[in-house]
Nanobody, 118 residues
């Protein structure tokens, strides 16, 4: 499966953005999906993941109650709604897929830059 993220941009503190990721070349509903981010000089960080059917989601404390992940299996899309953005949310965001077999998010697409200005 190939992944392509979009929707990033420049936003002020407290603002919102919605990222989208479209998948192609595979059976989308077979993959667990996640969003990661990486800022310069920092390690990659998981910000949200969602189960194949969309019924289960996980968020780390850093984004809990601010970010919402969702998916539309009919359209091969996964979304990340980001609210109450902070400067520390600035990073390159990219989506990733994990197969049932491995459970590892080792399928990644190109990222999209999110910059939160104060």
């Amino acid at each position: 499966v190939q992944l392509q993220a979009s929707g990033g941009g420049l936003v002020q503190v407290g603002g919102s953005l919605r990222l989208s990721c479209v998948a192609s070349g595979g059976t989308f509903r077979n993959y667990h999906m996640a969003w990661f981010r990486q800022a310069p000089g920092k390690e990659r960080e998981l910000v949200a993941r969602i189960s194949r059917g969309g019924s289960g989601a996980f968020y780390p404390d850093s984004v809990k109650h601010r970010f919402i992940i969702s998916r539309d299996n009919a359209k091969n899309l996964v979304y990340l709604q980001m609210n109450s953005l902070k400067p520390e949310d600035s990073a390159v965001y990219y989506c990733a897929a994990a197969t049932i077999l491995t459970g590892r998010y080792d399928i990644r697409g190109q990222g999209t830059q999110v910059t939160v200005s104060s």
